[in-house]
C-alpha cells in the first residue's frame, strides 16, 4: 500500500517555475515508478513525467520535454517535479502516482495503482 501526498502548486506568472513534491507513505515506495500527470478542466487527465524506481531512467511528455524535471530521493520517500518557463497551458491539477504492482507503459493512467489527490498550478500570462 502507498499513499501519495501532493504539495507546491500554486499561483505563478508566465515563465516563472514551481518545484511540486510528492511525499509517499509505506515501504513500497522504493520499489514503485513514479509519475506526474495533469488534468486541466474538462479534459483527460495527461502524461507530464515519470521515473523508475532506482531513478536512472526518465521520461517526459513533449510538451514538457526541457522544461520539466522528475527526480526522487528514496531516503525521503519523495518525488519532485521541477517545472521551469511555465506557460499559461500548464495550468492544471497536477497528480502523483505510483506502479507498484502492475505493469505496463508509464505513459498511461490505467498502468499505475495509487494517486494522490492532486495540485493546483496556475499560470497566468
Known amino acids: 500500500q502507498v499513499q501519495l501526498v501532493e504539495s507546491g502548486g500554486g499561483l505563478v506568472q508566465a515563465g516563472g517555475s514551481l518545484r511540486l513534491s510528492c511525499a509517499a507513505s509505506?515501504?513500497?515506495?522504493?520499489?514503485?515508478?513514479m509519475g506526474w500527470f495533469l488534468q486541466a478542466p474538462g479534459k483527460e487527465r495527461d502524461f507530464v513525467a515519470a521515473i523508475s524506481s532506482s531513478g536512472g531512467i526518465t521520461y517526459y511528455g513533449d510538451s514538457v520535454k526541457g522544461r520539466f524535471t522528475i527526480s526522487r530521493d528514496n531516503a525521503k520517500n519523495t518525488v519532485y517535479l521541477q517545472m521551469n518557463s511555465l506557460k499559461p497551458e500548464d495550468t492544471a491539477v497536477y497528480y502523483c502516482?505510483?506502479?507498484?504492482?502492475?505493469?505496463?507503459?508509464?505513459?498511461?493512467?490505467?498502468?499505475?495503482?495509487?494517486w494522490g489527490q492532486g495540485t493546483q498550478v496556475t499560470v497566468s500570462s
Open positions: 509505506g515501504r513500497a515506495f522504493s520499489s514503485a515508478a
Open positions: 502516482a505510483a506502479r507498484s504492482l502492475r505493469s505496463g507503459s508509464l505513459y498511461y493512467t490505467g498502468t499505475y495503482d495509487y
